[in-house]
């Protein structure tokens, strides 16, 4: 096989040059353009200097219609062509361009004929001149916001006369709107003023130099735009120094360096310009390449998933380490900074993909021979979600979400994904869903032979539901909500999870009563019940199950006294604040959004502290409502007021040497430290007496929970070490 010189030469990439003097603008928007809205095809051309346009309409711009921020309109079209000729004095006085455009829905544009940046749209070469976008994409300066930003060198211009063209496509001839607005700046490395000055909202690249977080530094193929799909080569090198160490841009790539492919993913955060990618790791030969990055499992798919609306930067972060306190599997994750194609893309977090490989869930193959016997029973992952991102439905339940729905539940076949399965393997894992479907809406529902239990892992159904709960997630159990079934030889059930996809979760959505604190998310149908996706009917039918409500209750209970105590939620929430301290400031800077709304946003803060302080406050509240309303009992993990007032630890705060006075003779008595993670610490088994000492001076300063077993009862407490 040919090996591939695919000429990524890995380079370690200021954003902007230390040489930059000033910053003026040479286009405006509202400078005279000549523009086209076009019924029939365009000449291959017309983007280049040379082109008569001497036919074209002229006009100011911005072009478009339907926001009221357009300075020459038109009525309904699917497109808008437009050019601008403009001078350059001296090409050696500019370092850096930027091209600003805030459009609606998608853009093309040119510099001397050559693309310089595109979004929203597919195409081999130029777009046609009737091409849709690929979705739909808001503008934002009408309502507050900034626009996108293109960083490029000088290279693309000339001395004397150039050229600007840009061409702007709508979602639909139906759509109600159609915007673009452009700006192109010159960042000037002397005192000469040849242009003119910056608008009042330009905010210049900034030197972006070093980072507490890794930083990944992503070059695509010529400095190719990154589509929708398909994947495209670049090259990757990732930035890590260790736990603690600074990272510079001038350090070498010592996490990853070598080549990928990459592609634009997600289904309606397609729509802001900061997007997010999926990426797999090749080798030399452009070969798919299993990898580990920051000690994540082996694989060669991988997510950079780009926080926007959440502007917390922390909610997926926030689930899945929440899922992971309830011991079972959720993506592992890292916060990173990232670079492409030399330009500063602010905080990503870099996130494993759900497949079933070794250390996520499963890992056992289903191959086209696998017709009969333990093969044919797994590995299957398999999800409920839109189709809007490429997915192709499997099957629908013969069950309604609810009672009376005219919706149904749908599935989606995810790894093995539906074009690698035959028909024999298709019917199985249909009708295994099926059946415990069927069991749960019989009569027999509880019966642990005959009703639901047989089919499914009980515990990852009672985590599952306890996530999206706790986080009031308005897309759980509808969207991105996937599950996954072992082999017969493993167990043989279906398994709720894992987790995916939190960021319209603690109070971050404006509908469907997504940013309350109270009520269950299970009844999305009550507040809802028109929206096209709707919660399958098994987690409300579970919850009349009396033992699956004792196992949900008696998992929040314990998980209230650790890891999910309201203290240890508040202080994972200012760590994860306090590491992105730093970064949020240039991620901001780069993504200038706080303090304007953003879709779906309930609450606007204007700074990063007033989004922390409201999802504090937010966690805070719905965790009291869940306490207060939680299905089921657990007086077998209870405690008498007696007993619990009776212990008590001595010096509290203290230093390294602790007293616990237990008030009753305690015969096989269990200690346990949890910090702030819910990880246990420190542990002691065995205890007798009515007094303890521990010594603890391996452990750092901080906030720690204890949890005491005695005669059969649970006690928690605070210990705070100095």
């Known amino acids: 096989m040919k090996q591939l010189l695919l000429s990524f030469i890995l380079l370690n990439v200021f954003v902007v040059s230390s040489a930059v003097n000033h910053w003026e603008t040479v286009v405006y928007e509202n400078d005279t353009w000549k523009y086209l809205v076009p019924t029939s095809v365009v000449s291959s051309s017309w983007n280049q200097l040379a082109y008569n346009d001497a036919g074209w309409n002229i006009g100011p711009g911005g072009f478009g219609y339907g926001d009221g921020d357009d300075n020459t309109t038109f009525g309904s079209a699917l497109s808008c062509f437009q050019r601008i000729t403009f001078n350059i004095v001296d090409i050696n006085a500019i370092d850096q361009v930027v091209l600003n455009i805030d459009y609606d829905d998608a853009f093309v544009a040119y510099l001397n004929g050559v693309e310089i940046g595109r979004d929203n749209i597919t195409s081999s070469g130029q777009p046609a001149y009737n091409q849709a976008s690929d979705g739909l994409h808001e503008a934002q300066m009408y309502s507050g916001g900034a626009p996108n930003q293109l960083i490029f060198s000088a290279a693309s211009l000339v001395n004397g006369m150039n050229v600007l063209c840009v061409q702007v496509h709508n979602e639909s001839l139906g759509s109600s709107d159609m915007s673009s607005r452009v700006w192109l700046s010159l960042g000037i490395n002397n005192s000469s003023n040849d242009y003119g000055a910056t608008p009042g909202w330009f905010n210049p690249p900034f030197d972006f130099v070093s980072s507490n977080l890794p930083i990944v530094v992503i070059n695509t193929a010529g400095g190719a735009t990154i589509p929708n799909e398909p994947k495209i080569d670049a090259s990757m090198g990732?930035?890590?120094?260790?736990?603690?160490?600074?990272?510079?841009?001038?350090?070498?790539?010592?996490?990853?360096?070598?080549?990928?492919?990459?592609?634009?993913?997600?289904?309606?955060?397609?729509?802001?310009?900061?997007?997010?990618?999926?990426?797999?790791?090749?080798?030399?030969?452009?070969?798919?390449?299993?990898?580990?990055?920051?000690?994540?499992?082996?694989?060669?798919?991988?997510?950079?998933?780009?926080?926007?609306?959440?502007?917390?930067?922390?909610?997926?972060?926030?689930?899945?380490?929440?899922?992971?306190?309830?011991?079972?599997?959720?993506?592992?994750?890292?916060?990173?900074?990232?670079?492409?194609?030399?330009?500063?893309?602010?905080?990503?977090?870099?996130?494993?993909?759900?497949?079933?490989?070794?250390?996520?869930?499963?890992?056992?193959?289903?191959?086209?021979?696998?017709?009969?016997?333990?093969?044919?029973?797994?590995?299957?992952?398999?999800?409920?979600?839109?189709?809007?991102a490429g997915g192709v439905v499997a099957w629908s339940s013969p069950y309604p979400p609810y009672s009376g729905a005219s919706q149904n539940t749908t599935?989606?076949?995810?790894?093995?994904?539906?074009?690698?399965?035959?028909?024999?393997?298709?019917?199985?894992?249909?009708?295994?869903?099926?059946?415990?479907?069927?069991?749960?809406?019989?009569?027999?529902?509880?019966?642990?032979?005959?009703g639901f239990a047989p089919y499914i892992d009980i515990n990852s159904f009672v985590d599952f539901l306890l996530v999206n709960e706790a986080s009031h997630n308005v897309d759980g159990y509808r969207i991105s909500s996937y599950l996954h079934k072992i082999r017969t030889s493993e167990g043989g059930k279906l398994f709720a999870g894992p987790l995916w996809d939190f960021n319209l979760a603690f109070g971050n959505a404006n509908y469907c009563s997504g940013s309350s604190t109270s009520g269950w998310e299970m009844n999305f149908y009550q507040v809802c019940g028109n929206d096209n996706w709707q919660n399958p009917f098994w987690w409300k039918k579970l919850t009349q199950d009396v033992n699956f409500n004792h196992e949900l209750n008696c998992k929040w209970q314990r998980m209230r006294q650790g890891a999910w105590h309201t203290d240890s939620l508040m202080a994972r929430v200012d760590t994860l604040a306090a590491y992105l301290d730093e970064a949020q400031q240039r991620n901001f800077q780069r993504w200038q959004i706080l303090g304007s709304y953003v879709w779906p946003n309930d609450f606007i803060g204007n700074t990063y502290a007033e989004e922390i302080s409201y999802i504090k406050t937010w966690i805070t509240d719905r965790m009291n409502w869940l306490d207060g309303n939680m299905f089921g009992s657990c007086t077998d993990l209870g405690i008498s007021e007696k007993m619990s007032s009776a212990i008590s630890v001595y010096p509290n705060p203290g230093n390294e040497d602790f007293h616990f006075t237990l008030g009753i003779a305690a015969a096989n008595a269990e200690l346990n430290l949890l910090d702030i993670d819910g990880k246990v610490v420190y542990s002691e088994y065995g205890i007798s007496g009515k007094g303890h000492d521990i010594h603890v001076d391996n452990l750092a300063p901080g906030l720690y929970h204890y949890i005491i077993k005695i005669q059969g009862k649970v006690v928690t407490g605070k210990l705070m070490i100095q």
């Open 238 to 388: 990732i930035i890590y120094n260790g736990v603690g160490v600074r990272n510079y841009l001038s350090d070498p790539f010592s996490e990853y360096s070598g080549n990928i492919g990459i592609e634009v993913r997600g289904s309606s955060s397609q729509m802001f310009p900061k997007k997010q990618w999926g990426f797999e790791t090749r080798d030399n030969f452009g070969i798919r390449n299993d990898v580990t990055l920051f000690n994540m499992a082996y694989d060669n798919d991988w997510i950079l998933y780009a926080p926007y609306s959440d502007k917390s930067l922390i909610r997926n972060v926030m689930a899945y380490e929440m899922g992971k306190d309830l011991g079972g599997y959720a993506p592992r994750t890292k916060l990173c900074e990232v670079v492409l194609n030399g330009d500063y893309h602010g905080v990503y977090v870099l996130t494993e993909k759900i497949k079933r490989k070794d250390g996520k869930v499963g890992s056992n193959d289903v191959d086209q021979q696998d017709v009969s016997g333990n093969e044919l029973t797994g590995d299957y992952v398999i999800k409920v979600d839109k189709t809007t």
């Open 411 to 450: 599935f989606q076949l995810h790894d093995p994904p539906i074009d690698s399965l035959n028909s024999i393997q298709q019917n199985y894992i249909e009708n295994y869903v099926t059946n415990f479907e069927s069991a749960l809406n019989g009569p027999n529902f509880a019966d642990p032979v005959l």
